[in-house]
């Protein structure tokens, strides 16, 4: 029998969960999902001074709103916790001093400035900048009693000096790393704290992780972790190291593009569903055509080896578009409910609603359903059904057309009174009655509508000033329309 698929997203809390990190946690649980593997969060906090439980509180968050639910992780348990590093540290103390008794790793007693002072003579002389390598033939003895004086140490692990360390990479393919770059890396440091390469390799093996699928910002981070496994006697994982995201203009992917955190596109209005599938194409792609893919697809589709070796370009354009894609897509009753919580953030609407009120707001949303991207813009789309348009700011042409109503002040009379004795003002009675009055009067239909329109709503687009009538209602249509009309001096 296969072994069972075991994948891990680990970010360290040291701030907000990334577009890239996103990108990483997801293709980890697609993977997993496909497979029916299982797929853990672990918090990678040995960076004390930068890890903070705000940003523990945001990745969470963040995660949780994408969708990727962990099966083992923070809040969830399981059987190989617990998921936060900084409370592994006994799992740490054993493996150290395993890998201390057996020769492979060592005490260091240098100070950062020795350390320095050797970096700088190599560099100098063009060579390598490596730990010169002063601790590594200390006996053991001879450094447990220094360190038993109190002497402050690290500790090194012996890394392989010549040779190759070789990785097979999912994605990368065959990536070949000479052993005389390998320096003894600092496994503990001074402070007693574990660095990322030793404590990632003990938490991976300890979890049984089957697949390491990062970003290849740490494929040179790799060879290292493979000689600590080696070294520990533990079966190498499969790698596959995902490529890098660029902005469109080809550079590595930064703030000067805008929102490069996943909470800033929740707050700017873009939906989950969106994300996830724009995040799915960051390097993947089922074939050339489709864009479009529910999680649930993605989780049916999603291979590694139809991601990409070369970087993926994150674009907010093709995000916004996709958003839209997704307001108009997702299930209606979803839509609606969504939209009801965007416009209660944003003040435009208090909860509870009661039935009336739920009925109108759900009225007012479904018709600019196709009218907009990203929910952020809802409110503007819509406040003309919650507030009294201000007629004495709207713009020139608008202005405009207001104004044209003076040219025939007795038509639009006759029309305030056509619709004030309208006894259904559904649209198709509003449709009939209006027909009717347009052949009467020898008018076009604009002549009537543009007008009417920045009465009831003070733009010149908005949806159909029919469906906006019916859901105003016959009273403050009427109030409108005579405000509108009062303003250009006609008075009814
Ligand atoms: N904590 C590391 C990071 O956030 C994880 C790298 C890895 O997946 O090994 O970059």
Request: proline share 5%; charged share 25%.
């Amino acid at each position: 029998m296969s072994q069972p698929i075991r994948v891990r997203f680990a970010p360290s809390p040291t701030g907000h969960l990334h577009i890239g990190g996103a990108r990483t946690a997801l293709f980890n649980y697609l993977f997993a999902k496909k497979q029916g593997g299982t797929f853990i969060l672990r918090l990678e906090d040995t960076d004390v001074e930068r890890s903070t439980e705000a940003s523990v509180q945001m990745i969470l968050s963040d995660m949780k709103w994408l969708g990727l639910t962990w099966d083992e992780g923070p809040e969830v348990g399981g059987e190989y916790g617990p998921y936060r590093q900084s409370g592994r540290s006994a799992i740490y103390e054993s493996k150290i001093m395993q890998l201390v008794e057996a020769g492979k790793a060592y005490f260091c007693f240098c100070t950062p400035e020795e350390v320095e002072v050797h970096r700088l003579a190599a560099a100098e002389k063009g060579e390598q900048l490596k730990y010169a390598g002063t601790c590594r033939t200390l006996s053991l003895e001879a450094a447990k009693a220094r360190a038993a004086q109190g002497e402050p140490y690290a500790i090194r692990f012996k890394a392989p000096q010549e040779g190759e360390t070789i990785i097979q990479d999912l994605i990368r393919g065959r990536v070949v790393f000479d052993n005389t770059i390998l320096d003894d890396f600092v496994i503990v440091r001074t402070t007693g704290v574990p660095t990322y390469n030793f404590a990632v390799v003990i938490d991976d093996a300890a979890m049984k992780i089957t697949h390491i699928i990062r970003g290849d910002d740490h494929l040179s981070n790799t060879p290292k972790q493979i000689c600590l496994y080696q070294a520990l006697d533990e079966p190498l994982p499969e790698f596959a190291h995902v490529p890098m995201i660029l902005g469109p203009d080809k550079t590595r992917l930064s703030k000067r593009h805008g929102a490069t955190s996943v909470g800033a596109y929740a707050e700017a209005g873009y939906l989950p569903e969106a994300m996830i599938n724009s995040l799915a194409l960051l390097g993947w792609a089922y074939d050339d055509k489709t864009t479009l893919f529910s999680q649930a697809e993605l989780e049916a589709k999603f291979t590694l080896d139809k991601v990409s070796k070369n970087p993926a370009v994150f674009d907010l354009r093709k995000l916004s578009w996709m958003n839209g894609q997704y307001i108009r897509s997702i299930p209606e009753p979803e839509y609606i409910e969504r939209s009801i919580e965007w416009l209660a953030q944003t003040g435009i609407i208090q909860l509870p609603l009661d039935d009336i009120k739920q009925n109108y707001v759900t009225q007012v949303v479904k018709i600019v359903r196709d009218k907009y991207k990203l929910l952020s813009e809802l409110p503007e789309q819509v406040e003309y059904f919650f507030k009294e348009p201000e007629l004495e700011k709207i713009d020139e042409k608008a202005r405009n057309k207001l104004e044209s109503m003076q040219e025939n002040p007795d038509l639009f009379k006759a029309l305030h009174a056509k619709l004030g004795m309208l006894k259904s003002f559904f649209v198709s009675a509003q449709e009939v009655a209006l027909k009717d009055f347009i052949e009467e009067q020898q008018v076009k239909f604009g002549v009537l509508a543009h007008p009417l329109r920045v009465c009831l709503t003070g733009r010149m687009q908005s949806p159909g000033v029919f469906e906006i009538m019916e859901i105003l209602g016959q009273d403050v249509v009427l109030e409108r329309l005579a405000a509108g009309l009062r303003l250009v001096g006609i008075n009814i």
